[in-house]
């Protein structure tokens, strides 16, 4: 017997602003920039929806879904799977593609209907000319403001979107949906450089920024922070005290970068040590401008959440590794803990 899954129609339960995006999406390029919570991953799912004719096999081409980290893959396709009856193919670095050859990613792709990928994944199949632009009906960019530079993102559009987007005549392309809650990863742009990032932006997805831009048309949809201002005596550490703070903090630091050394080897050395340092980093931004006492909060959440531990990065941190990374925030903890019962 099989068991039957309703699923709730999601152009039912759409917002406004989602399928107003979707309208936009339909007929151009789109990046849409609205906050985290709007659902925006909906809009994707109503556009995989309204490009199923185009993907559904024996058709050849397919739809693409880049995110920036493994555990987004997981996620968002989960999310691709709840709204569409399209296959759903998954595809990381940890699966080993590195070295497939062209043969088993065509009996793949053959098989899929929607690729969720990271980026470097894509780019290196384009590289090696495994896939082809003029093949994707559809190319999702999430968290697409990492556009930039010499990132994978920037890559597939410079090094493959535009040439064909250039040439006379001009080759099949698909069609661009990117989506962010913020166009960059600053939060100190004036507005001039601000204005200049969404258009930079905008350029290189050869897309137009949809949003909306009165916060209080999403403030029935979306839980916004009440911002409350609470006053306390500016007392500021004395800088022999912050030096020594900071001294013990390299110390520790130290440390368990020798723990690791003597217990850990390769990858899981690697990422201990870029965990360890980035929250080394971290401890000692908070003690700078949050005070000590905040700085041991941050360093007891670290120790103590019995959530899923993920790193700063955002990808899951295997247990070998977690629990020298646990360790270490610990022992800052407690150390920082002593300076804020001494006052």
């Known amino acids: 017997a099989t068991e039957e899954v309703h699923k709730e129609d999601p152009e039912i339960v759409a917002r406004w602003y989602q399928l107003e995006a979707l309208e936009r999406a339909m007929s151009g390029n789109t990046v849409a920039f609205l906050d985290t919570g709007a659902g925006k991953t909906?809009?994707?799912?109503?556009?995989?929806?309204?490009?199923?004719?185009?993907?559904?096999?024996?058709?050849?081409?397919?739809?693409?879904?880049?995110?920036?980290?493994?555990?987004?893959?997981?996620?968002?396709?989960?999310?691709?799977?709840?709204?569409?009856?399209?296959?759903?193919?998954?595809?990381?670095?940890d699966m080993g593609v590195d070295f497939w050859n062209a043969a088993i990613w065509r009996r793949v792709v053959d098989d899929a209907e929607v690729l969720v990928m990271t980026p470097q994944i894509l780019l290196d199949n384009l590289?090696?000319?495994?896939?082809?632009?003029?093949?994707?009906?559809?190319?999702?960019?999430?968290?697409?403001?990492?556009?930039?530079?010499?990132?994978p993102y920037a890559c597939i559009l410079k090094e493959f979107y535009h040439p064909v987007m250039n040439s006379r005549p001009r080759?099949?392309?698909?069609?661009i949906f990117g989506m962010t809650a913020s166009p960059t990863d600053s939060k100190n742009l004036l507005q001039e450089s601000y204005s200049k990032r969404i258009v930079e932006l905008e350029n290189l997805l050869n897309s137009k920024v949809y949003t909306v831009d009165n916060e209080s048309a999403l403030s029935e949809y979306i839980p916004f922070a009440t911002t409350r201002i609470v006053q306390y005596d500016d007392y500021i550490i004395p800088s022999n005290s912050h030096n020594h703070i900071k001294s013990c903090l390299d110390r520790l630091q130290e440390k368990h970068l020798e723990v690791l050394k003597a217990n850990l080897h390769g990858l899981s050395?690697?990422?201990?040590?870029?965990?360890?340092?980035?929250?080394?980093?971290?401890?000692?931004?908070?003690?700078?401008?949050?005070?000590?006492?905040?700085?041991?909060?941050?360093?007891?959440?670290?120790?103590?959440?019995?959530?899923?531990?993920?790193?700063?990065?955002?990808?899951?941190?295997?247990?070998n590794v977690e629990g020298f990374v646990r360790s270490y925030s610990e022992e800052v903890y407690r150390e920082l803990s002593c300076f804020s019962k001494r006052g």
Do not use: M
Not at 56 to 80: C, H, I
């Open 127 to 151: 590289r090696h000319s495994f896939f082809s632009l003029q093949d994707i009906a559809l190319l999702i960019f999430d968290e697409c403001h990492r556009a930039k530079g010499n990132s």
């Open 269 to 319: 050395r690697k990422n201990a040590k870029k965990g360890i340092s980035k929250l080394h980093k971290a401890f000692l931004y908070c003690t700078a401008n949050l005070g000590v006492w905040l700085a041991a909060k941050a360093a007891e959440i670290h120790s103590t959440t019995n959530e899923q531990f993920l790193s700063f990065w955002g990808e899951e941190l295997d247990k």
């Open 171 to 175: 080759g099949p392309l698909p069609r």
């Open 42 to 93: 909906l809009i994707a799912g109503l556009l995989l929806r309204a490009y199923a004719h185009r993907v559904r096999k024996p058709a050849r081409d397919y739809a693409v879904f880049l995110v920036p980290t493994r555990v987004l893959v997981e996620q968002q396709a989960r999310v691709v799977e709840a709204h569409t009856d399209l296959r759903v193919s998954k595809f990381t670095g």
